[in-house]
């Protein structure tokens, strides 16, 4: 074992279980090998399972999610980046580094295997979560670029243009995705850094994006978060703990799409990057704050009563003929009752990127879920969102994009081994 595999792992010393859980590999829950604590700099996921981790393992502080275009015209090539992609991240998700090496063990003639800049640092409890985007299958002239073309999921397509989409092109779409969370923000980066190191010459960064402060809790185990509008956000998420959900919800299931048998125990995401104009926002009353989203912003309790987890009552009426939950609230435009009972995994994050050209924060909520079929959860709640909901004026989405999200990965496969075999 290299030295800096070591400086790295050392600081697992205090959790034995999470150590042990990596050697096991499938054989412990990833709940075993998170036993260093869900917030903990020593806690690691185990990358290979039945599902890619990142999407029910609790949702961590920091992301950092990037979209790339491949730039070569191989299959084989490819193939080897993403085999060369499992390697790494399997290696930094346990807390070692990207290459075999090290980041200072290698030879002073070559470039180090690792960047360095995680040396010291903890697991920190990093899942790296991959997808593929409909340009992966055919190109923008319908070419079918790596053979894959009657193996793309019929529901994989872009993402339509909604009614207030304001897109930025160079901040949407994208052949393949890697969302990389973990309670340390460098962590991130650097598992992201070193997997667009791996792939240079194969894929092109498209584009990448920060976030911060969880919008969403994806465990019981964990408190509901905030968003920048100051509310809880995240109540009534599907939980870890809803493997019946799960099933219904968030993991395709083969029958889904005959065409597309490979994305079985996988999942669609869909990532929208949402500009919140927090100046307009904060100069509206607490009670139309409260209004536009259906839920009182301390408690998160529903306008209707109750603490933060009671079902909202829609049709408890209030003053001035119409109910306590206005009709163009956020909760109840996007609720399930009003999409035949679809439900969605939120994982999102807050961003801020700075300052916009007026001095506004360039700030919002990049909103990513996990769902089983786009064409039916996630499509027309936007529809309704951008049509009915009270928030939009106070919204503009500005990046969009649609990956599917292989199962886990088995032990001697790659990411996304049954898509190419
Ligand atoms: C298309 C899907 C959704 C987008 C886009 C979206 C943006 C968005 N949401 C908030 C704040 C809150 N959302 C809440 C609940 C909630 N939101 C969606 C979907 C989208 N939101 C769903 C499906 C739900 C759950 C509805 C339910 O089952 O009750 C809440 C309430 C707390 C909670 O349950 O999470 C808040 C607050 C913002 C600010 C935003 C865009 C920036
Ligand atoms: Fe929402």
Redesign the pocket.
Known sequence: MSVGRISRRGLLGGSGAAVAGVAGGFALSREVEAAGGIDGTTTTYAFRGAHQAGITTPAQDRLHFVALDVTTESREELVALLEEWTAAAERMTRGAGAGPVGPVEGSYLLPPDDTGEAIGLGASGLTLTFGFGPGLFRDGEGRDRFGLADRQPEALRDLPHFPADVLDPRRSYGDLCVQACAQDPQVAVHAVRNLIRIGFGRVSVRWSQLGFGR??STSTSQD?PR???G???????VKAEEPAALDEHVWVAPEDDPDASWLAGGTYL?A?R?N?TMEVWDRQPLGDQEAF???AKGS?APLSGGEEHTA?DFDMPGSNDTTVIAPDA??RV???DAHGGA??L?R?YNFVDGTDDLGGLDA??F?I?FVRDPRTQ?IP??NA?ARNDA?MEY?R?TGSALFAVPAGVAEGEHVGHALFS
């Open positions: 919008t969403s509901t968003n920048l509008f509310f809880k956000d995240g109540t009534a998420n869909a929208r949402i919140m989203i259906g839920r998160g909202p956020h909760v996007v609720h399930p439900r969605m939120r999102g919002g909520l909103f879920a996630f709640v936007q969102m928030l919204l989405f």
